[in-house]
């Protein structure tokens, strides 16, 4: 069974900072992606940020620039750094993970960006 335990999230001003951290119990090498979604209410989940397994990146192009998504097998972590945040980013922001099979999503966290 996937366990994904997101923390990380909070309340931060315009241009501040957050990283949020995606941690699993077990190794995450089993994993073939890990990455990051993020849902505002009335709207549907969108993708943030994607690494595989071989440390492929994916991010969605409203990021593009200012979050980095990295993944740590040693700590069992996927980690999403995020910089210059604006008030749109506010959203809950959920972990995934995917293997050939099985598509898990952690409870999600959440990200207020406001003054």
């Known amino acids: 069974q996937v366990q994904l335990v997101e923390s990380g999230g909070g309340l931060v001003q315009p241009g501040g900072s957050l990283t949020l951290a995606c941690t699993e119990s077990?190794?995450?090498?089993?994993?073939?992606?890990m990455g990051w979604y993020r849902q505002v209410p009335g709207k549907e989940r969108e993708l943030v940020a994607t690494i595989t397994s071989r440390g492929e990146r994916n991010y969605a192009d409203s990021v593009k620039g200012r979050f980095t998504i990295s993944r740590d097998s040693a700590v069992n972590t996927v980690s999403l750094q995020m910089t210059s945040l604006k008030p749109e980013d506010t959203a809950v922001y959920y972990c995934v993970a995917r293997t050939s099979y099985v598509e898990s999503w952690g409870q999600g966290t959440q990200v207020t960006v406001s003054s």
């Open positions: 077990r190794s995450i090498s089993r994993f073939n992606a």
